[in-house]
Structure formats: structure tokens, C-alpha cells
């Protein structure tokens, strides 16, 4: 008997004993997509409403705040009533981390997650496997748009740190039919690149989730090795901004098309790419909400831009509402040709690095500095600048203390050699770029900017290049 054909009703088994009714939220999802404007916003005021009202009466943090501006549950009638409602600040968190929990409790165990330090400031959250349900009922609808299916599709990771004992690969033990395999993105170089490909040519995954720039250094990898593309279907990026030069170098290289989706660890399913592609995610609307803030601080390219405000609508063992995340873009409701009624991130902002390059000549994938100060504890933001091939300045914020910094450095020349110079520097704070991004590695080296050869960088060259049609084999 294939197990593919008992993977559906033994997870199904499997979820609706635990509490978790993924299968059900996917199935409301499936058809809501294509509600009207006004059948959505019906949905997300009556689940605003709802939650507004639970954390009034179970959320320490939220009934002071909402006393203290004498706002009532009653006084949030719906989405366009959110401005009235507080803004939650990382930092907010980080003060009041015990009395955002609700004192209902969680349903299952809570979900404890640790963010990156993709915007700078790493954060602990919580969940509970109700909010979560609908996270990822959202997540695979996503998924879905490209062909993506949960029970049906192998699925390989690039994702995660250096695995242990060198090996760069590892197979899920647990997951039923072992439709996932592992592979580290921080250990994409020259010499490991063969191991990758034979990884991938035993598991014979159809999809490809990757972190976007790792995937650029896989596919530039295979083509220096003269290795032919694996057979991929789609491959789902995400975490940071890939330049479209590496978008097209990744999809005329590996034969395939790109995805990109975005969400956060705090905030899970916010935007993800249709049939269109191009520059705009979808917006799971039945799952959050997503205002922007105009901020001078931010300085956007667009005047109708601004900082993400984002409240998940289905978190209310830790709620998170009207949430600052760091990031930043432009909201747009245009209808697109994909015939969903979902409102679109235009364009989105926040999350860039720059390729480095070790001592030893190679290049190297930015979010390693994420990867190693992500695990600290009194460092809340920071910024790796290689100035030269054999010198770095990490500048850093951190509480009061720098006890932490030499085991990261330490940690930093395992990637980039031990005899690279690292300098460290503690700031007041990480200036934003001009053009509103937050950058946790910066190159001074020309050609490493965008890990493309000048050739390919130049605009012009890049105009020029076709992106192959491309049919998703089924």
C-alpha cells in the first residue's frame, strides 16, 4: 500500500486528537479567498471583536492599557476602529512579557518561539495550538497557490544552522512517510555543495522552502560543479529580499519558478505569492490584519508607505495586536488577476542582507550573523560590516553588558576564518538605510553586494535577461 494514501486520515486522526483542527480552517479558507470585499471585512471585524473583548477581560497588559485610555471592548466595532487601540512595541514585550498572557491558558501546551534577529532584536513569543491551526491553515493555502499539497508533496528545507558532527543534511524522523528532509543553509560552500545535490537527488523532493539567499549559492553552486538542476517544482523563499537578478539566476538555473512568502516567527502566514508573482503577496485576511504607519524615521521610496502594524486575530493565549514588527512596505487593494478578493503588500521592506566573504576566498550567507547573535541573551540589535577581505566591524546594542561578544566572535570565525579580523562596537542604536531597510550584514566589498557577478549587477544586462515560461508540472 502507498502511504501517501494514509497520510491525510492519520494526520486528520492525528490533529483532531490533539485539539488542532487544521484540516477544518483549511477547508473555510479554500472557499473564503474568493469572498467579496464585504464578506471578508465582515469576517475580520466579527474575529476582532471577539478578541478585543477577550483580552479586556483576560490580559493583564491590554485591560491597563485600555483603562488607562478609557477605551471600552464595545468602542471596537471593527478593523477601521483599530487606530484607537494602543501600539504594541517589541520593547512593550519585553517589559510586559508575563501580563500579555491570557489567564484562560492555552489550549495544548503553549508554542514558545524565539525570533530571528532579522530586524534586529531577537523576541520571545508565545501561541497555543488554536492560533496556531489557523496559522497554518493559512501557511498551506499559500503553499497550495503554487501547487504545494500537504499529504501528497516531498518537501526539502533549507533552513536552520550547521547541523551537527558536519553533516549538512538530516531526514525528519518524524514526520509520517518522512515527507521532509533538512539541509542546513549555513553550510552552502564549494566544497559541500555535491553533498547537497545527492541529498536531494535521493530524497527527490517535489518543492524546494528555502531562506532566499542560501538558494542563490545551492543553485550557483550546482552550475559551477556542473551538476544538472534537481527535478523541483517551485520553490518557496523567504526571511529576507532576494534581488531579482538571484531570482532569475535561481529559476533559469534550476529550471523552476520562485515563490516568495512572507510572515514572522511573533506573527506567522502574512503575504504570499500567487500565480502573478511579481512583487505583491496576498494577504490572509481571514488570519490578520495589516496596517501601515507613516513614520518619517522609516523614509520609504513611496509616500503612501509605512511601518507594519500587524494583529494576528487567532493568538489569544499571547495576544498581539496592532503589533510593530520592524518591518515596513506598501498595502494595496487593487484586484489581481488571480481573481482572489485578498488585499495585497504591494511592496515590502525591511529585511535585507549582503553576502559576506571568509578569509578563505568564499562567499558567505549574511544571515550567519542572525544564526549566531539570534542565541544571545542582552544583545537586542546589531549589524556585521565587512570593511576589507580580512576585516569586519560588528556593531551592537546590548543591556548593559558585553560578556557575550567573544563567543560570538568566536562563533563568526568558524564561518569566516579564524584569521578574519572581527572589531566590535557598541552603539546606541543601528541606523536605518536611507531607503528605510534594516541591514544585519553590510559588504564594502563591490562584488559581493548582491553575490552576482558585475556583469549580472548592471541594470542594463539585467533588463535583458528573459525568465523562461515556465509550466508547473502536476
Not at 495544548?108 to 534586529?120: D, N, S
Not at 524546494?208 to 559551477?224: D, H
Request: proline share 6%; net charge neutral; aromatic share 10%.
Amino acid at each position: 500500500m502507498n502511504i501517501s494514501n494514509l497520510r491525510s486520515p492519520l494526520r486528520q486522526l492525528h490533529y483532531w486528537l490533539k485539539g488542532y483542527p487544521l484540516y477544518r480552517h483549511r477547508e473555510e479558507l479554500e472557499k473564503s479567498q474568493f469572498f467579496s470585499r464585504a464578506e471578508l471585512a465582515t469576517w475580520q471585524d466579527e474575529k476582532l471583536r471577539k478578541l478585543i473583548r477577550h483580552v479586556y477581560q483576560t490580559v493583564p497588559y491590554y485591560r491597563q492599557r485600555m483603562d488607562e485610555l478609557k477605551l471600552l471592548p464595545q468602542d471596537i466595532r471593527g478593523v477601521t476602529d483599530l487606530e484607537k487601540f494602543p501600539i504594541l512595541n517589541r520593547s512593550d514585550i519585553r517589559r510586559h512579557s508575563a501580563n500579555l498572557i491570557s489567564s484562560t491558558g492555552s489550549v495544548g501546551r503553549p508554542i514558545w518561539c524565539k525570533t530571528g534577529g532579522t530586524t534586529g532584536e531577537p523576541l520571545r513569543t508565545a501561541n497555543d495550538l488554536r492560533g496556531q491551526a489557523w496559522s497554518n491553515a493559512a501557511y498551506y493555502r499559500g503553499l497550495s497557490w503554487a501547487g504545494y499539497e500537504l499529504d501528497r508533496d516531498r518537501m526539502a528545507c533549507l533552513f536552520g544552522g550547521s547541523l551537527a558532527h558536519g553533516r549538512s543534511v538530516t531526514s525528519s524522523p518524524w514526520r509520517i512517510g518522512g515527507q521532509n528532509l533538512f539541509l542546513s543553509a549555513m553550510d552552502v560552500r564549494e566544497e559541500t555543495v555535491r553533498d547537497y545535490w545527492n541529498s536531494l537527488q535521493k530524497f527527490q523532493p517535489c518543492f524546494l522552502k528555502a531562506y532566499a539567499a542560501p538558494t542563490y549559492l545551492l543553485a550557483k553552486g550546482f552550475a559551477e560543479a556542473g551538476l544538472p538542476p534537481p527535478n523541483i517544482k517551485a520553490i518557496f523563499t523567504t526571511s529576507e529580499y532576494q534581488p531579482l537578478a538571484q531570482r532569475r539566476f535561481v529559476e533559469q538555473t534550476l529550471h523552476t519558478q520562485v515563490y516568495d512568502y512572507y510572515g514572522s516567527v511573533e506573527i506567522n502566514s502574512l503575504g504570499y505569492q500567487c500565480s502573478q508573482r511579481g512583487t505583491d503577496y496576498h494577504i490572509p485576511e481571514e488570519h490578520a490584519v495589516i496596517e501601515t504607519l507613516p513614520d518619517p524615521d522609516e523614509q520609504l521610496p513611496e509616500p503612501n508607505g509605512g511601518s507594519f502594524l500587524i494583529t494576528d486575530l487567532d493568538n489569544y493565549y499571547m495576544p498581539l495586536i496592532r503589533y510593530r514588527n520592524g518591518d515596513a512596505g506598501v498595502l494595496s487593494d487593487t484586484p489581481c488577476a488571480c481573481g482572489r478578493s485578498l488585499k495585497r503588500i504591494g511592496r515590502l521592506y525591511g529585511r535585507i542582507s549582503d553576502f559576506l566573504r571568509s578569509t578563505a576566498g568564499t562567499l558567505v550567507y549574511g544571515g550567519t550573523i542572525d544564526y549566531v547573535l539570534g542565541d544571545t541573551h542582552h544583545i537586542r540589535e546589531f549589524c556585521l560590516i565587512q570593511e576589507t577581505p580580512t576585516l569586519c566591524r560588528l556593531q551592537f546594542v546590548a543591556d548593559g553588558t558585553e560578556s557575550e561578544i567573544p563567543r560570538a566572535i568566536e562563533r563568526l570565525h568558524q564561518f569566516l576564518g579564524a584569521d578574519m579580523r572581527i572589531v566590535p562596537e557598541q552603539v546606541e542604536k543601528i541606523p536605518l538605510t536611507r531607503s528605510g531597510k534594516r541591514r544585519f550584514t553590510i559588504s564594502k566589498l563591490d562584488e559581493d553586494r548582491e553575490g552576482l557577478p558585475a556583469t549580472v549587477r548592471d541594470p542594463s544586462v539585467v533588463a535583458n535577461v528573459e525568465t523562461p515560461s515556465l509550466e508547473l508540472a502536476r
